[in-house]
């Protein structure tokens, strides 16, 4: 342990600090004492610009990126042109919105994405499949929603699908103009492709890098880790990220010294799918942090006796990151309105033909 024969290291005291005149390396001749020797001993630079930090980042406070104001600011934008469109073609964008089955949660996510079409101006098609459907069928009605032309996308949850169920065959008969939800193979694979641009990208990623552009953060050249590896959220926003020109790296679960390498990031995008894994140690000064974790952590001092936390650990981070996203009202506000933004871009393609 060295005590420093100073109360207090403070930033103008940093300035009167005189430097050993040797190359590539500065040492401060700031003195201090080692409770195991009489020696006295010369605190490197780095300790002493630690020290200073941290006297001000108790005041920090990061900016808060703001989901809800973001998406109804982008879904008014989109309304706007829905309006447009209705008033120059006579036409409006359509969205299928199926699901499979009567899971309360799948039922409750589709419920709120029809509502978000209302208020749009988008047409929503309602397809409700009981959980007895056979595979067959349900292609057919993929064909049928194909085929119609007033749907220009369409949304299949597919959290509720029986067993009897392929989800991939089923995902690949989408006609891909029409898959707004962006995980058709050929828009997967030109995601991932320099130089090739799909058609849509994933809903949540596209959402956590609108989040960036809003914000003023800008990705170009900066190095961002992303934490999660899934084909929903980790891979497809580490292939956006690189369109965008950033250096990338994806922590996961076999990754070593994880904390190391998200502690060299200017962007975290955190969708581990662990609750509060992210501590603000391990958060660059200045990061932003994209939380898109939503893990529900038990809480008696509320009704539903749970509350709501993201993979970062807002509480710590947000006294050292520059922006951060609260969970909830964070990225998930995204996911529903970068839904309707791709509906519509897919309705253009078509009705402005």
Same mark, same amino acid.
């Given at each position: 342990?060295?005590?420093?024969?100073?109360?207090?290291?403070?930033?103008?005291?940093?300035?009167?600090? %005189?430097?050993?005149?040797?190359?590539?390396?500065?040492?401060?001749?700031?003195?201090?004492?080692?409770?195991?020797?009489?020696?006295?001993?010369?605190?490197?630079?780095?300790?002493?610009?630690?020290?200073?930090?941290?006297?001000?980042?108790?005041?920090?406070?990061?900016? !808060?990126?703001?989901?809800?104001?973001?998406?109804?600011?982008?879904?008014?934008?989109?309304?706007?042109?829905?309006?447009?469109?209705?008033?120059?073609? #006579?036409?409006?964008? #359509?969205?299928?919105?199926?699901?499979? $089955?009567?899971?309360?949660?799948?039922?409750?996510?589709?419920?709120? %994405?029809?509502?978000?079409?209302?208020?749009?101006?988008?047409?929503?098609?309602?397809?409700?499949?009981?959980?007895?459907?056979?595979?067959?069928?349900?292609?057919?009605?993929?064909?049928?929603?194909?085929?119609?032309?007033?749907?220009?996308?369409?949304?299949?949850?597919?959290? +509720?699908?029986?067993?009897?169920?392929?989800?991939?065959?089923?995902? +690949?008969?989408?006609? =891909?103009?029409?898959?707004?939800?962006?995980?058709?193979?050929?828009?997967?694979? %030109? =995601?991932?492709?320099?130089?090739?641009?799909?058609?849509?990208?994933?809903?949540?990623?596209? #959402?956590?890098?609108?989040?960036?552009?809003?914000?003023?953060? +800008?990705?170009? $050249?900066?190095?961002?880790?992303?934490?999660?590896?899934?084909?929903?959220?980790?891979?497809?926003?580490?292939? !956006?990220?690189?369109?965008?020109?950033?250096?990338?790296?994806?922590?996961?679960?076999?990754?070593?010294?994880?904390?190391?390498?998200?502690?060299?990031?200017?962007?975290?995008?955190?969708?581990?799918?662990?609750?509060?894994?992210?501590?603000?140690?391990?958060?660059?000064?200045?990061?932003?942090?994209?939380?898109?974790?939503?893990?529900?952590?038990?809480?008696?001092?509320?009704?539903?006796?749970?509350?709501?936390? $993201?993979?970062?650990?807002?509480?710590?981070?947000?006294?050292?990151?520059?922006?951060?996203?609260?969970?909830?009202? $964070?990225?998930?506000?995204?996911?529903?309105?970068?839904?309707?933004?791709?509906? !519509?871009? #897919?309705?253009?393609?078509?009705?402005?033909?």
């Amino acid at each position: 342990m060295i005590q420093i024969r100073a109360a207090k290291v403070t930033y103008n005291r940093f300035q009167s600090i %005189k430097y050993n005149k040797k190359p590539k390396f500065a040492v401060a001749g700031l003195r201090c004492l080692s409770t195991h020797s009489s020696a006295p001993t010369l605190i490197t630079v780095a300790s002493v610009l630690v020290l200073c930090s941290l006297e001000t980042m108790s005041d920090h406070k990061a900016t !808060l990126i703001d989901g809800k104001a973001i998406a109804q600011t982008i879904r008014s934008e989109i309304a706007a042109e829905v309006r447009r469109l209705s008033q120059t073609y #006579g036409k409006v964008p #359509g969205l299928a919105v199926v699901i499979v $089955g009567k899971r309360k949660d799948s039922q409750s996510y589709v419920n709120m %994405k029809r509502k978000a079409c209302s208020e749009v101006g988008i047409k929503s098609f309602d397809l409700d499949l009981p959980e007895e459907v056979s595979e067959s069928e349900l292609i057919s009605k993929v064909h049928e929603l194909n085929a119609n032309p007033d749907v220009h996308g369409w949304y299949f949850s597919t959290a +509720s699908l029986p067993k009897q169920i392929n989800e991939e065959k089923i995902l +690949s008969e989408i006609s =891909l103009e029409k898959d707004v939800d962006g995980f058709h193979p050929l828009n997967i694979g %030109k =995601l991932a492709m320099k130089g090739r641009d799909p058609l849509f990208a994933p809903c949540t990623p596209k #959402g956590c890098l609108e989040l960036l552009s809003r914000s003023g953060v +800008s990705v170009k $050249g900066k190095n961002a880790v992303v934490v999660g590896r899934s084909n929903i959220v980790g891979l497809p926003v580490s292939l !956006l990220l690189l369109k965008e020109d950033a250096t990338v790296t994806i922590v996961h679960s076999r990754t070593k010294e994880p904390e190391s390498i998200v502690r060299n990031a200017d962007i975290v995008i955190a969708a581990a799918g662990q609750a509060m894994m992210i501590k603000g140690s391990w958060i660059k000064p200045g990061a932003a942090v994209i939380d898109v974790g939503t893990n529900a952590v038990d809480d008696p001092s509320k009704k539903s006796g749970y509350r709501l936390v $993201g993979d970062v650990d807002f509480q710590e981070a947000s006294k050292v990151a520059g922006w951060i996203t609260p969970v909830p009202g $964070g990225v998930g506000p995204m996911t529903v309105t970068m839904l309707l933004k791709n509906t !519509l871009d #897919g309705a253009k393609r078509v009705i402005e033909q």
